[in-house]
């Protein structure tokens, strides 16, 4: 796993390739020596400059990129099939954002191992996913392939989420914002959690929340307003 915060999930007192090196000797029987030559090929093979070097430093001497480098290296050592990053390039500018997709791309090729990007930036799905779950309040609220959903969302507050994105045909217009704010996950709403956001709210979507059942072949919505009146409306192409 790739946690959202590298400098919080690497530990400040201890430099970065021992605990790399620890984590490989969690894991398998191997000694120090061989763990630590696999540190020192992983942090060079992510994108570390001078991997034998720096494997030294500690957490603060790395930049903010170094450090989420540093975590990949470490959540690749294992060789894993299934690799889960949380918010990987939150904390990033959108240059080294663009750096570590990449990366992350390029190992999903070689490794052979499968991603699953949590994220709210639309623009990273945009570049790496297959498919997208929309997730609201804890709850799947949309999920298809990446061009079914961008380009045929059905789910009101998918639609919201796309509608907010900045345009490059219109640069300087005002941004639509979803109406509202999220819903209390101590004591969240009944029926749909979307329900007191979503402009097209009736009284079942306030007791019953649907199911995520398909909307058309691959694609499926858990929303109770009925396709034929969404087409209606104008707001989504067939």
Known sequence: MIFQDPLSSLHPQYRVGWQIVEAI???????????????????????????????????????????????????????????????????????????????????????????????????????LADEVMVMYAGRAMERGSRRTVYRNAYHPYTRGLIQALPRRAAPKARLTAIAGLPPSLIRPPAGCPFHPRCPYVFDRCRSEMPPLAAVEPGHRSACWLPVEQLVASGERST
């Open 25 to 127: 000797q969690a894991h398998e029987r191997v000694t120090k020596d061989v763990a630590r030559r696999r540190t020192i090929e992983l942090l060079g093979h992510v994108g570390i400059p001078q991997p034998a070097r720096r494997a030294d430093d500690y957490p603060h001497q790395f930049s903010g990129g170094m450090r989420q480098r540093a975590m990949i290296a470490m959540a690749i050592a294992l060789n894993p099939r299934l690799l889960i990053a949380d918010e990987p390039t939150t904390a990033l500018d959108v240059t080294v954002q663009a750096q570590i997709i990449d990366l992350m791309k390029q190992l999903q090729a070689e490794f052979g191992m499968s991603i699953i990007m949590i994220t709210h930036d639309l623009g990273v799905l945009a570049g």
